[in-house]
């Protein structure tokens, strides 16, 4: 059982930066592939970034491509998703999500866990 939560949502104005964190319990963290979504009201969740178990692969949505980061650090169970330049259009929550190796970062049903959430708003 592994257990997610966001942290490091905010309100910010176009052009800035949030770091979002997401913290996993448990000793099995390092198992698991993770995965950052995001929903905006009235649209379906869809893929941000992903990052497999040691960091050594990440994997980006086109419109955040050059933008975002994502890393992880598995001393701390936490991995993070670093956003520069945010857009208006990246309003949403950003939920973080943790998944077994080996299959598609951009299908909702290959997670396992999911965290809550948390709210990224930006004004332009």
């Known amino acids: 059982q592994v257990q997610l939560v966001e942290s490091g949502g905010g309100l910010v104005q176009a052009g800035g930066s949030l770091r979002l964190s997401c913290a996993a319990s448990g000793r099995t963290f390092v198992s698991y592939a993770m995965g950052w979504w995001r929903q905006a009201p009235g649209k379906e969740r869809e893929f941000v970034s992903g990052i497999n178990w040691s960091g050594g692969s990440t994997y980006y949505a086109d419109s955040v491509k050059g933008r975002f980061t994502i890393s992880r650090d598995n001393a701390k169970n936490t991995v993070y998703l670093q956003m520069n330049g945010l857009k208006p259009e990246d309003t949403a929550v950003y939920y973080c999500?943790?998944?077994?190796?080996?299959?598609?970062?951009?299908?909702?049903?290959?997670?396992?866990?999911w965290g809550q959430g948390t709210q990224v708003t930006v004004s332009a």
């Open positions: 999500a943790a998944k077994v190796s080996g299959s598609s970062y951009r299908v909702t049903l290959n997670y396992d866990y």
